[in-house]
């Protein structure tokens, strides 16, 4: 069974950055697709970002540029560099793992964490 937490969120002012973590347990991290998704308060979740098990990435368009997803496989962990916030980017931030790559509908990705808030304001 493979768990995740997310770590890092916080609040921040529009065009500051976060990093945020992703601490993967159990299953075999290297052979898992890893990616991000977020929730704001009245939408559907939405596909942020992914990485392959060959480090390949895939971003949705309003984030190109400013955010940047990487893994550590020896760490298992996955990470999210978001600069130039803005703040639209207000939404709980989830990681999650996948078997297969690229999926963007939420619905289609095998786990998830427990989410953390990223708050854009000044």
């Known amino acids: 069974q493979v768990h995740l937490v997310e770590s890092g969120g916080g609040l921040v002012q529009p065009g500051g950055s976060l990093r945020l973590s992703c601490a993967v347990s159990?299953?075999?991290?290297?052979?898992?697709?890893m990616g991000w998704f977020r929730q704001a308060p009245g939408k559907e979740r939405e596909f942020v970002a992914a990485i392959s098990r060959s480090a390949g990435t895939y971003y949705v368009d309003s984030v190109k540029g400013r955010f940047t997803i990487s893994r550590d496989n020896a760490k298992a962990t996955v990470y999210l560099q978001m600069n130039s916030l803005k703040p639209e980017d207000t939404a709980v931030y989830y990681c999650a793992a996948a078997s297969v790559w690229l999926r963007l509908a939420p619905d289609t990705w095998d786990t998830y964490g427990q989410g953390t808030q990223v708050t854009v304001s000044s």
């Open positions: 159990g299953g075999t991290f290297v052979m898992k697709v």
